[in-house]
């Protein structure tokens, strides 16, 4: 029988309570028994004056970019309107229905205000490792580490040339924390080279051509993951190139082992990390083994002989050719002995020019120069090592291993949107950059712990 709603008078009451309307298997009630915003207001104390009129709740702040960054709503107009509308998100904000949702221009302005100046986004992360870490998702055994690009939120046009250099009337809150990170590694401070353009809205943005598409202002987000379950153990923000990024691996494993005592094993990586001072540096300075391929200036592709085809004698510090003459530090006996060693940290050995000129594997070894040459880094034991590594089953198992944090970087784009920042300067990219990995780790956690009798998909 069609049934027939009837409506024969409105209620004069009603009895709801929200949490009857949320469903149990809903992603924000897993992700919700992670998050503990305890003591929030005590550390936010310090930035708010005692009088003056009331903020917005900074457990409700907080709550409702977890939501954003979670659901991956990215306009903040649009996140406002969401907690306003959606069930769910006003249970997980412990709003009830008449609680009052700031509207997007006060919530942009708070973000902005004293979210940025304490590190509370920091924080947030690193409670979610924290957590992590206590349900047993973190081995310590083995980490991956990588960078991806972000696109900053800037218009190409509005730059001028590098070496034109910023314009003195250039102006704003991200022309003022460009200038604060001039000398920071991570930022102006990473390489000598000056940037090919710069950026009028956000000149810390690096316009960069690394990719296969045209080239376009971005920032680097950095992840230090670990193998087990894939959970980001920290997060930093960098300028788009080689060498801050590589200073962010640094600071990073520095970062987890003080503050989380995590200490691995291994660490796996692509070419990008594989310098010899970066493989001495895990190798020597922290004792943790690279499974990354070495970075190869040397190799040849013209058919002659590469480097790897003389032999190093440890004993007497010397090359042997495949002519089977020594390369040495020095075919002459000075008087001052010379260290020999160039400002990159590299050494030349050098063939006899007589037993060049004699040899049959000339052509194949140095056709153009009178004598062959090969030089050898100050960290080759360190770079031994990780070739000897490439060479193991392990390796093999870390080489797909990498994928992981590369799935981590596309779930990051295609999932939670962040493939174009909303924040401008070094600091947006922080805060952005933060709060991504702090969704990450939160939603790793509501799938690898669900709700006992409930499994989310
Ligand atoms: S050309 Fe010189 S360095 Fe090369 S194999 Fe012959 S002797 Fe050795």
Redo the contacts with the bound molecule.
Sequence with gaps: MMGERTVMQEALFYSFRIEDHVPGDHLLRSIDRFVDLDGIREHLKPFYSSTGRPSIDPELMIRMLIIGYCMGIRSERRLCEEVHLNLAYRWFCRLDLDGAVPDHSTFSKNRHGRFRDSDLLRQLFEMTVERCMAEGLVGAEGFAVDASLIRADVHRQRSVPGEEGLPPKAAGRAVAEYLEVLDDAAFGGSTPVTPKRINLTDPAARWTAATRERAFYAYSTNYLIDLDHAVIVDVEATTAIRQAEVLAQRRMIERTQERFGLWPEKLVADTAYGSAPNLAWLVEDRGIEPHIPVFEKSARNDGT?ARSDFIYDHEDDNYI???G?R?RRSNRNFSTPRSGVDKDGSIRYR?RQQ??QA?T??QL??PNMA??KVTRSIHEGARDMARDIATTDAYLVSSRQRKKVEMLFAHLKRILKLDRLRLRGPNGAKDEFHLAAAAQNLRKLAKMKPIPGLALS
């Design positions: 002989f050719c495949p002519g003459n390369l063939a037993d060049c040899c594997f000339r070894c140095t004598a062959r």
